[in-house]
Nanobody
């Protein structure tokens, strides 16, 4: 059974950086396209970033483009999200997700989910 474990969240000041990781077990990361989503209190889960199986294609939400970078280390079965120039509006629980079937921006397309890691950006 494929399991995803998110880590790396915490409290950071506005303008700072944070790096999230997602370790895949029970499966091989290279087999899956992957994404990151986030959910703020009272809000729907929203798309943040996507990376193809090969890593050659990436897509970002407009709100994070130029600040966040998604990457994958297939040999380590690890997905990363480097977040720079963080803003208070980036505060949310961040989830890694894997193996989308369908529209990559839709959370319902993904078969596997991490448990989430809280990122809080203070002003």
């Amino acid at each position: 059974q494929v399991q995803l474990v998110d880590s790396g969240g915490g409290l950071v000041q506005a303008g700072g950086s944070q790096r999230l990781s997602c370790v895949v077990s029970g499966g091989t990361l290279s087999s899956y396209a992957m994404g990151w989503f986030r959910q703020a209190p009272g809000m729907e889960r929203e798309f943040v970033a996507f990376i193809s199986r090969s890593g050659r294609s990436t897509y970002y939400a407009d709100s994070v483009k130029g600040r966040f970078t998604i990457s994958r280390e297939n040999a380590k079965n690890t997905l990363n999200l480097q977040m720079n120039s963080l803003k208070p509006e980036d505060t949310a629980v961040y989830y890694c997700a894997g193996d989308p079937v369908g529209i990559i921006y839709n959370s319902s397309s993904y078969n596997y989910w991490g448990q989430g890691t809280q990122v809080t950006v203070s002003s």
